[in-house]
């Protein structure tokens, strides 16, 4: 039988990946709710539906689209962040959610993919030449500095260092000189006293914990406490489906949400923890191959900075999670449950997919043109 063109295109392995990540993941969210569909498994379901459909529509959009509308998405972004400064609703001690009575939308989850798409645009149009330059610079300093301090008030510090991180790498990946980024860092280690006396109580426990979890076990610490109880007791194989005794038994903390990975390899075991990793290993294998398969600079940049995006949520959370980071709340995305980091991750592997299809074209295109 002969399959259609528009479906030979699409990145299969990518989808089947992403597939399966995800069924793991309701999987998890099923058992962690002693074996029911709800409320966990059938909303998380039905989310990744609706919003895997929306990922295969924004894969059929032009690149030269993306890049069109990048400043406009990023201006947008910005003003939603400030009207969550002024009006947003507060949930779990943090104001970050526009509740507009049906849904509540997160801008600063948009904002992670709109600093990729900016930068990409604005060193588009830089010259080799120039990219080094002070003045020019200045301008994506700023293009990052502005919203994640926005989102540093809220307060969501993971959020804020996850923007911060990607808009740097993107600097560096456009060309700029490494003297640059050595000043940068001086200047940065100097004002660490600072930016200590301005962090919350909170944010200060969960740094203290990091260095030393057992110093308070059943209070600060007990969150990554039990998250390493659960992955060791977990063994090679795990202890079987729905067999989890650390999250059945309410000892792991957030076992749906933050700590899902734990959740999984109590059940699932070591063998289970590596068949995620190496999953999402592959989904950021495939989107450093299309950067390097990309001939335009927006392109190319795009892809590499959305691939990073995707990276830090993984990298950020399996750390936390294995205390070998402080716990900033950020989750596994398609695997923990909530719309808002499998929304973000769902939109860019559609700009991913978008990417990969105008790779295809030019390929097919005489001198890529």
């Known amino acids: ?174 060309g700029t000189h490494l003297r640059w980024f050595i000043g940068a860092g001086a200047i940065v280690l100097s004002m660490l006293p600072v930016a200590w006396g301005m962090l919350h109580d909170y944010q200060k426990n969960r740094v203290l914990t990091f260095m030393d979890p057992e110093s308070d076990p059943l209070g600060t610490g007990y969150h990554i406490s039990q998250s390493k109880i659960a992955i060791g007791s977990g063994g090679i194989f795990g202890k079987g489906f729905l067999n989890g005794t650390q999250s059945h038994l309410a000892y792991l903390p957030e076992t749906h949400t933050d700590f899902i990975f734990a959740t999984m390899m109590e059940e699932w075991g070591m063998m289970g923890g590596l068949f995620v990793i190496f999953a999402y290993g592959y989904l950021i294998w495939w989107g450093l191959s299309l950067a390097m398969r990309s001939t335009s600079v927006f392109t190319r940049l795009t892809a590499m900075g959305l691939t990073f995006t995707l990276f830090l949520y993984v990298g950020i959370n399996l750390s936390m999670v294995m205390g070998m980071a402080p716990v900033v709340g950020i989750p596994l995305p398609l695997m923990s449950y909530g719309g808002s980091a499998m929304m973000t991750v769902l939109i860019l592997l559609g700009i991913l997919m978008s990417i990969h299809r105008d790779n295809q074209l030019r390929s097919r295109t005489p001198n890529g043109l």
């Open 1 to 174: 039988m002969l399959i259609p063109a528009p479906l030979r295109a699409l990145p299969w392995s990518m989808l089947f990946t992403v597939l399966a990540i995800t069924t793991l993941g309701l999987a998890t969210l099923y058992s962690a709710a002693g074996g029911h569909m709800t409320p966990w498994a059938s909303n998380q379901a039905l989310r990744f539906v609706v919003l895997a459909g929306g990922m295969l529509v924004l894969s059929l959009v032009p690149v030269s689209i993306w890049m069109r509308f990048a400043y406009p998405f990023y201006g947008v972004t910005l003003a939603l962040l400030l009207i969550v400064e002024l009006f947003g609703k507060i949930g779990m001690g943090a104001q970050r959610w526009i509740d507009l009575g049906i849904i509540r939308i997160q801008p600063s989850e948009f904002m992670k993919l709109a600093i990729v798409l900016t930068l990409a645009r604005f060193y588009h149009r830089v010259p080799p030449m120039f990219v080094s330059a002070p003045f020019v610079l200045l301008i994506p300093a700023g293009l990052i500095a502005v919203p994640a301090g926005l989102v540093m008030l809220q307060p969501d510090l993971g959020t804020a260092l996850m923007i911060t991180m990607a808009g740097t790498l993107l600097i560096f990946m456009a």
